[in-house]
Structures are given as structure tokens and as C-alpha cells.
């Protein structure tokens, strides 16, 4: 497993990751969310000693990386895909990195089968698209069959044949005992793969438990009915003390009142139903309700805005004119 505590990082005066201390466990997919410039990519460049905590400490398997003998038979990662040498075909960009870790030669062709790019073994990376770039990511940290799998955006550039490969992949590699810590923007694809989440915002831990879990503790639930006797059932739930809010198309929308009890309710008053749902929020929602106060940039609808909110600041050159720094 990975276990950080207290784990913190300054970028000069930013402070990019603020004392996050949980676990990542064997087993089970666990999806790494925050808003953009949460510090995500700095916590799993920590991870791999690629950048050094400001303060706290993160064990691999009880060790830091720094102590692991051949690491990428502990710990194999996908951060950046692009980031090979584009001269170096894509076997031999995995020759180079077999023989560092002491792995065995024949490894690099079955991971090149795996991620389906034997056909493209000889020719350089720097011809590839940025879904086979991501293919060759996932070859390498595949290469030393390591327990750990750590993967920034692996879906990034991937077409929907490809998103539903790595999708089972990692759910595969989850249930051979592995753990496999993935971060991705895309929540319907994250709410698709991931049992377990962690979740930062400006640095900070916001949440570390179960999708299941998460959904529930962020979102709303709710019943929405509907009647051709709109009123009637009105007065029926009115009559057993239950609130409903009315939402046009006749529909009601009914909280805290399990779905069963208000189709029974409505049973015993003889009264017809055209839709009875419950109703459950997305990752998505949940996540946006979560982390509404901790994201850094936002966009607006309508005119561009030219400066930082709270400060006479300019935007930063690079953004959009119409992106806005939120004021802490
Ligand atoms: N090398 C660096 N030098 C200075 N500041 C940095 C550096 N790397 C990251 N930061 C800052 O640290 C904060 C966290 O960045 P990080 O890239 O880790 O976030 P992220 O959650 O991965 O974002 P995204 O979802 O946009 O990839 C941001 O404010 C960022 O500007």
C-alpha cells in the first residue's frame, strides 16, 4: 500500500499540498479527484521521489522510494506521456527501462501485446498520437509487474475503444490484489471504475471513503412522483405529514421519505402513478457540491473578465481571457 502522513509541499509561497495523510489500499481501484491545481500531480510526483515533500513522508510499502531495489518492480506509474525520449522506438524506450530495474528482456514484448502496440514496436515515439503515447505510459509501468500502480489521466487522448480497455484493465489489475491509485477529470468514467476515492482541494484532504459513500454524503436524494391526480396526492401526502415540492409536469419531488413507502402509501389510497423514482446524484454532482469552495479557476458565462477576482492583479497571460482567479 501507499501511506503518506503529513505530507506538504511549497512551490516558494504556493503551497500546492497541505499535510494529507491517508492510505491507498491494496485490492480495489482508488480514484485520486480535485479541481484543477488541487495538487494532485505534485502528490503523485511525491509519490515517486520525482519531487521533495516540504514536510511529511510518504512509505511504499512501509519503505521510501528511495530504499525500493528496482522500484519499477514495486511501484509502476504513468505521469506524463509524452515525457520519452521521441527518439528511441517504443522498444527500446522499454529496453532501457527493463534493463535499469533488472528486468527480463522478454517482459517488454508481452507488455507491448498487453497494450496493444506490438505493431508499432520499432518506430519512434515521437510519431505517436497522444493515445498511443498513453499506451506506452501504461507499457512501462506495467513492465515490472509491480503490486503499485499509480495513473495521472490515463484516459487522457484515448478513444472510447481504448477508455474501455484501461478501464477493465484497472479493474482487473484491482482484482489481482494490486493497488492502483488512478486520477482522472472524467467523473462518469471515475464513478465507473473507482470503489474508493480520495479527494483534495488547494492541497488539503476534503474526503477518503467510498464512491458509494461519497455520493451520499454529497448529494441530495429524493423521490420524484407523479400522478394524473396531482392535487389529490397532494393531499394524501399532506395528511401523513410528508413535503413534497412540486416541480412542474405535475411531478413532485419528495426527500427523506423512501421510495417503497410512497408507492405503498399511494397503493392504499388508490391512487394511479406515472412514475415513482428515486432519485440519486452523480460523481459528478457530488463532487462539484464538494468542492464548490475550493476550486481555483473558474469560468464565466456571458462577457470575458480581464482581472483576478479580489485583486487588481491582470489574469495570468496563457489562461483565457475569460478565466478568473478565484479570491481566497
Ligand atoms: N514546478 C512547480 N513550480 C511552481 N508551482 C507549481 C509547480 N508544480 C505545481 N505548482 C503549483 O502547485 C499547485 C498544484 O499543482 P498540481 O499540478 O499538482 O495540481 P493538479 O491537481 O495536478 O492540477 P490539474 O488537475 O490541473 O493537473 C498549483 O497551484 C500549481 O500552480
New binding site residues.
Partial sequence: MIELEGLT?Y??D????DHLTFTVRPGMVTGFL????????????MMLDL?HPTEGTVRIDGKHYRQLNDPLTYIGALLDAKAVHGGRSAVNHLLCLAQSNGIPRERVGEVLDTVGLTSVADKRSKGFSLGMSQRLGIAAALLGDPKILLF??PVNGLDPEGIHWIRNLMKNLAAQGRTVFV?S?LMSEMALTAEHLVV?GQ?RLMADMSMAEFIQQNSRSYVRMRSPEPERLLDVLHVEGIEAVAVGNGSLEIDGVPADELGGLAARHQLVLHELSPQRASLEEAFMRLTAESV?YHAHDGEPVAAYAGTQEPAPSGWGADWQKKGS
Fill in positions: 509541499k512551490y516558494g504556493t503551497l500546492a499540498v480535485g479541481p484543477n491545481g488541487a495538487g494532485k500531480s505534485t502528490t503523485m510526483r519531487d495521472d489521466e486520477s477529470h483534495i492541497g481555483e
